[in-house]
């Protein structure tokens, strides 16, 4: 399964889907592709660099986290923001959180929201689930433009020697406030790797949905390019 949140924009407000009915809110709209001839390739892919050291969290409540290391996350991500801590919330769009759960695998990247002076918390675009590890990132535009390269590789390598015939194309909104108006690279360099053949469409969404890589488990994942390439074949 593959495909991406509902957004609009940089509102962050309610939003909704629909397939040929009137838009609704929390639904899920969803189609099913099948056939003998069928090709699929799929990959998620951030860009983000990593900094400090990796933290326990110690005390979270669904996506709302309150420690790490047993000390306040508020506090320490305002350490390592320095100056930037200034401009907290909007800031946090530079810097999300890696998260890693205790049995290794690759770390799923997360978006701030939100912060509270009072209760010294951070809310996030998805689960920060007690007992994971997480790691402070920096923004860096060369390797977020990599990023959706590299999701383009991997998504074509997956339909093997065909090329793709339609690449749906989920970016979060979080990166298109970052690049501004470098995110035409982003299209660009997915549109180098696949070629003129496909068409492209997608969307900028408020999460993510699909594994990293063809095999992997199925995530949740912020600040990503989600690629998903189909191609159909006669195989008469």
């Given at each position: 399964m593959t495909g991406g949140l509902a957004g609009n924009g940089e509102a962050f407000r309610d939003t909704c889907a629909f397939i040929g009915t009137p838009g609704e809110e929390e639904t899920v709209a969803a189609v099913g592709l099948y056939g003998s001839g069928l090709r699929v390739g799929y990959a998620s892919l951030g860009g983000w660099d990593p900094f400090g050291p990796?933290?326990?969290?110690?005390?979270?409540?669904?996506?709302?986290?309150?420690?790490?290391?047993?000390?306040?996350?508020?506090?320490?991500?305002?350490?390592?923001?320095?100056?930037?801590?200034?401009?907290?919330?909007a800031s946090a769009l530079l810097f999300p959180l890696s998260l890693r759960t205790?049995?290794?695998?690759?770390?799923?990247?997360?978006?701030?929201?939100?912060?509270?002076?009072?209760?010294?918390?951070?809310?996030?675009?998805?689960?920060?689930?007690?007992?994971?590890?997480?790691?402070?990132?920096?923004?860096?535009?060369?390797?977020?433009?990599?990023?959706?390269?590299?999701?383009?590789?991997?998504?074509?390598?997956?339909?093997?020697?065909?090329?793709?015939?339609?690449?749906?194309?989920?970016?979060?909104?979080g990166r298109r406030m970052v690049l501004k108006q470098r995110i035409e690279e982003e299209v660009e360099s997915v549109r180098e790797v696949l070629g003129s053949r496909p068409a492209l469409t997608g969307f900028y969404s408020y999460g993510e949905i699909s594994p990293f890589t063809p095999n992997a488990r199925c995530e949740l994942h912020n600040q990503t390019m989600t690629i998903t390439t189909l191609a159909e074949r006669d195989d008469a």
């Open positions: 990796e933290r326990l969290i110690t005390r979270s409540d669904g996506n709302v986290l309150f420690e790490l290391d047993g000390r306040s996350a508020l506090g320490l991500y305002k350490r390592y923001l320095g100056e930037y801590a200034s401009d907290l919330p205790p049995d290794g695998g690759t770390g799923i990247v997360r978006t701030i929201l939100a912060v509270d002076e009072d209760g010294q918390s951070m809310t996030f675009a998805g689960d920060v689930p007690e007992g994971s590890y997480a790691r402070f990132m920096k923004a860096n535009f060369e390797r977020l433009i990599d990023g959706a390269t590299d999701a383009a590789r991997t998504s074509a390598s997956a339909i093997g020697t065909e090329s793709a015939d339609v690449a749906l194309l989920i970016s979060c909104v």
